[in-house]
């Protein structure tokens, strides 16, 4: 089932998450909502509270080739446990904030710790967009979005169009 996704600004994006205690059959159903609703937008990765859970999940599939398989991740309680000391920077975008892209620098490499749908413990080490997507998404669950890494001025600016953009969506709502 594809969700709505909040756009920025929102309270809700602004939450520390609560960890997950188990994988109840609810949140096995929230995770394969995030995954649909993430491929449907499409993008890389999302966050629960981008559809306005504040739990501690994610979901990501950086894989963009369309010869090679798809790799749906579900991570609940991601933890970053080892960050590379290279940085690498790449242009981000998220799905609560469309059509907006810039450049953050980030660790180059991040070593992460989660459990997976069957409650099982996972580490794995990322590097390149997996390694961006998977900071990115950890952000959204201590309601950090990568507009603030920007200067302020940069910030505000997208800020603003986000709110233009509400208002109109709010407009077209209204006069269906
Ligand atoms: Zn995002």
Same mark, same amino acid.
């Given at each position: 089932m594809i969700r709505p996704i909040l756009i920025h600004p929102d309270p809700r994006l602004k939450k520390i998450c609560d960890p997950v205690a188990q994988v109840t059959p609810e949140l096995a159903k929230l995770a394969q909502d995030m995954l649909d609703t993430m491929y449907d937008a499409p993008g890389i990765g999302l966050a629960a509270p981008q559809v @306005? /859970?504040?739990?501690?999940i994610i979901v990501m599939d950086c /894989?963009?080739? *369309?010869l090679v398989a798809p790799r749906p991740i579900v991570l609940f309680n *991601?933890? &970053? &446990?080892w960050s590379s000391e290279d940085r690498s920077s790449y242009e981000e975008g998220c799905l609560s904030i469309p059509d907006q892209y810039a450049e953050v620098e980030r660790p180059a490499e991040v070593r992460v710790r989660w459990m997976d749908l069957d409650g099982a413990v996972q580490e794995e080490q990322f590097a390149d967009l997996w390694a961006t997507c998977v900071q990115h998404e950890i952000d959204h669950l201590d @309601?950090?979005?990568? &507009?603030?890494?920007?200067r302020p001025l940069r910030r505000q600016m997208i800020t603003r169009k986000m709110e233009k953009l509400k208002r109109d969506k709010a407009r077209e709502a209204g006069a269906r």
């Amino acid at each position: 089932m594809i969700r709505p996704i909040l756009i920025h600004p929102d309270p809700r994006l602004k939450k520390i998450c609560d960890p997950v205690a188990q994988v109840t059959p609810e949140l096995a159903k929230l995770a394969q909502d995030m995954l649909d609703t993430m491929y449907d937008a499409p993008g890389i990765g999302l966050a629960a509270p981008q559809v @306005g /859970v504040t739990k501690r999940i994610i979901v990501m599939d950086c /894989v963009k080739d *369309p010869l090679v398989a798809p790799r749906p991740i579900v991570l609940f309680n *991601p933890e &970053i &446990i080892w960050s590379s000391e290279d940085r690498s920077s790449y242009e981000e975008g998220c799905l609560s904030i469309p059509d907006q892209y810039a450049e953050v620098e980030r660790p180059a490499e991040v070593r992460v710790r989660w459990m997976d749908l069957d409650g099982a413990v996972q580490e794995e080490q990322f590097a390149d967009l997996w390694a961006t997507c998977v900071q990115h998404e950890i952000d959204h669950l201590d @309601g950090k979005l990568f &507009i603030d890494y920007l200067r302020p001025l940069r910030r505000q600016m997208i800020t603003r169009k986000m709110e233009k953009l509400k208002r109109d969506k709010a407009r077209e709502a209204g006069a269906r």
